[in-house]
C-alpha cells in the first residue's frame, strides 16, 4: 500500500516514517510538511520526494500517514477520507468535537479504513493486558497518572506549540482513556481541577458505574516523571505493563491493523475514527469543566 507522510517532526520521522519504510506491505511515497525545507529534508533522509502541496500527496497515496498538530489532522484526515484515502492518524483526532465529527462522517461516507495510534494500544503486553481486563469484569475504579517532562533542554517535544498551548489534557490524556475506555466503558461525567507545574486532574464516571482519577502533566520535574495505571476490583488490584515494544515498532502494528480492514473490508477496528472521536468528547468535556469549575456530562 502506497503511504503519504504529513509531518516532519520528530515523531514522524522516528515512528511514522521508520515503521512505514521497515513494514514489508508499505510503500512511502512521499512526504509534506509545512515547512518545505523540514519536508525536503526528511523526504531526502528516506529516499522519497517532497510534496509542496496537501492533495497532490493524497492523490499520489492509497493512505495517508498524518503526524501533526490534531487540528491540521483533522483537515488532512477530511481531504484524503473524502479522496478514497485510508487514515492511519495520530492521537487525539482533533481539538474540538466538531472537528472529530468532520473526520467521522467523511470516513463513513467514503468507507474507508481508519487506524488511530494511541501507542500502548499496538504494544502487544499492553493491549492483551487490556483485551484481558476487560474480559474479566468486575473494575470499581481505576488510577492513573501520566507525568510527562518534555519541556527540559534537549526534548525533542520542548518547542511543540500545541503542546504547550493545551498542555498534558490533550497529549498524554488520550493515552490514559485509550487504556480506561476499553476495561471501564464510556464515560459519561467529568469534573476538573488544575495543579501546580501544568498538572490537571480528572475524575471520571462510567456508564456502568465505575469512576476513575486521571493526573496528567508535561512538565514535571524529571525525578517525578511516572507513568502508572492501576484497576480495582472483584478480581482484585491489576496494574498495566509498561510497554515492550518501541513506538515505531508499535506503529507497525498499526500499519497491520489497518491494512487488515482494508484486506477484509472491515470497518470495525477498535481504534477507529469513532474511537478517536468518543476520546475527543471526554477531553472536550474536561476542558469545559476546568473552566468552569463543575460536573460536565460527557455527550454520547
Not at 28 to 47: C, E, I
Not at 104 to 115: F, H, K, N, Q
Not at 164 to 192: F, K, N, Y
Not at 215 to 237: C, N
Request: negative net charge.
Amino acid at each position: 500500500m502506497r503511504f503519504g507522510l504529513f509531518g516532519t517532526g520528530h515523531w514522524a520521522a522516528e515512528t511514522h516514517a521508520a515503521a512505514l519504510e521497515a513494514h514489508p506491505r508499505a510503500d512511502l511515497v512521499g512526504v509534506w510538511g509545512r515547512n518545505p525545507d523540514k519536508a525536503a529534508a526528511l523526504a531526502t533522509r528516506y529516499g522519497v520526494p517532497p510534496f509542496e502541496d496537501v492533495d497532490a500527496l493524497i492523490e499520489a497515496c492509497d493512505a495517508v500517514a498524518v503526524a501533526l498538530p490534531p487540528d491540521v489532522q483533522a483537515d488532512i484526515a477530511v481531504r484524503a477520507a473524502t479522496a478514497g484515502r485510508h487514515l492511519l492518524l495520530d492521537k487525539p483526532l482533533a481539538l474540538s468535537v466538531a472537528d472529530a465529527d468532520r473526520v467521522v462522517e467523511s470516513a463513513v461516507r467514503s468507507g474507508v479504513a481508519s487506524v488511530v495510534f494511541f501507542t500502548g494500544r499496538y504494544q502487544p503486553d499492553v493491549a492483551g493486558f487490556i483485551a484481558a481486563t476487560a474480559a474479566a469484569g468486575g473494575w470499581h475504579t481505576a488510577h492513573v497518572i501520566r507525568f510527562a517532562s518534555i519541556f527540559q533542554p534537549g526534548s525533542p517535544y520542548a518547542q511543540s506549540p500545541w503542546r504547550r498551548t493545551h498542555g498534558a489534557l490533550w497529549d498524554v490524556g488520550p493515552h490514559a482513556l485509550a487504556v480506561l475506555l476499553p476495561v471501564l466503558g464510556r464515560v459519561v461525567r467529568v469534573s476538573a481541577a488544575d495543579g501546580p507545574g501544568g498538572l490537571v486532574h480528572l475524575l471520571l464516571s462510567h456508564a456502568d458505574g465505575a469512576t476513575s482519577t486521571v493526573s496528567l502533566t508535561l512538565d514535571a520535574p524529571p525525578r517525578s516523571v511516572a507513568a502508572e495505571f492501576v484497576f480495582y476490583g472483584e478480581s482484585g488490584i491489576e496494574r498495566l505493563p509498561d510497554g515492550d515494544a518501541s513506538s515505531a515498532a508499535a506503529f507497525e502494528v498499526a500499519i497491520d491493523q489497518l491494512l487488515a480492514e482494508v484486506d477484509t473490508g472491515t470497518r470495525d477496528h477498535r481504534c477507529d475514527v469513532r474511537f478517536g472521536r468518543e476520546v475527543v468528547t471526554v477531553l472536550a468535556a474536561a476542558e469545559i469543566a476546568r473552566a468552569q469549575g463543575t460536573v460536565i456530562d460527557v455527550p454520547a
